[in-house]
């Protein structure tokens, strides 16, 4: 079964501290990765897209990682601010014409 | 802003009203969606629509009729919901169905009475 799944469910860091959020997935073929944000009242927003032949991708001060090997990705937020609250959504594309798959999200709460 | 304008922010409706979600995308994009996010679960995809057509209906319960007379314009229809539909609506487009980049409106959150 197509499953995505991410860690911690929810996190909170103080202001300025670094953090990491996982994301394992179990689609298969897989097409790529895409890390949504999803501030509260609004809808989500794209951060950035792995595909298979990516490893490292940057976006500011995001990071995301693929392990295509293991089915892993994960988001590192550097240097954190207020603004980076928000819900982190993880989403696997599989073979084309197929749905995407959403996972639960990770609820990231930053505080000064 | 996403390009992607949903209206109402806010609904509160009784189990036996009608009402409508309306959706307009700025961006030129062929597909159109209707997804459901509920606490503490994926979001759920609804319906999808291509070039004004709909491709996609995921066991969605008749009570949601959805509507796209235009490539820029997406309904959803409500009437008899029931209690568990109370959840954020949210309506997204993308250049073309298949694994596309989605940009989301910031959604509908709904209360069933």
């Known amino acids: 079964k197509n499953q995505v799944e991410q860690s911690p469910q929810s996190l909170i860091i103080l202001e300025g501290k670094n953090c990491t959020l996982q994301?394992?997935?179990?689609?298969?073929?897989?097409?790529?990765l895409r890390w949504y944000k999803q501030d509260t009242g609004r809808g989500p927003v794209s951060l950035t897209i792995?595909?298979?032949?990516?490893n490292t991708k940057s976006n500011g001060r995001y990071t995301a990682t693929l392990d295509a090997d293991t089915k892993q990705s994960s988001l590192h937020i550097t240097a954190s601010q207020l603004s980076d609250s928000a819900s982190y959504i993880c989403?696997?594309?599989?073979?084309?014409?197929?749905?995407?798959?959403f996972g639960k999200g990770t609820t990231l709460s930053v505080s000064s | 802003e996403t390009g992607v304008t949903q209206t109402p922010r806010h609904l509160v409706m009784g189990m036996t009203n009608k009402k409508s979600l309306k959706c307009e995308q700025h961006?030129?994009?062929?597909?159109m969606y209707w997804y459901k996010q509920s606490a503490k679960k994926p979001l759920e995809l609804m319906f999808v629509?291509?070039?004004?057509?709909?491709?996609e209906n995921n066991s969605v319960p008749s009570r949601f009729s959805p509507e796209c007379p235009n490539s820029s314009h997406l309904f959803l229809h409500l009437h008899t919901l029931q209690p568990e539909d109370s959840a954020l609506y949210l309506c997204?487009?993308?250049?073309?169905?298949?694994?596309?980049?989605?940009?989301f409106g910031s959604g509908t959150q709904l209360s069933v009475l």
């Open positions: 997204a487009s993308s250049q073309d169905m298949g694994n596309e980049k989605l940009f």
């Open positions: 994301c394992n997935y179990t689609v298969s073929p897989f097409s790529n």
């Open positions: 792995m595909t298979f032949s990516e």
């Open positions: 989403v696997v594309s599989g073979q084309a014409g197929t749905a995407l798959i």
């Open positions: 961006l030129g994009h062929n597909a």
């Open positions: 629509y291509s070039l004004e057509e709909r491709v």
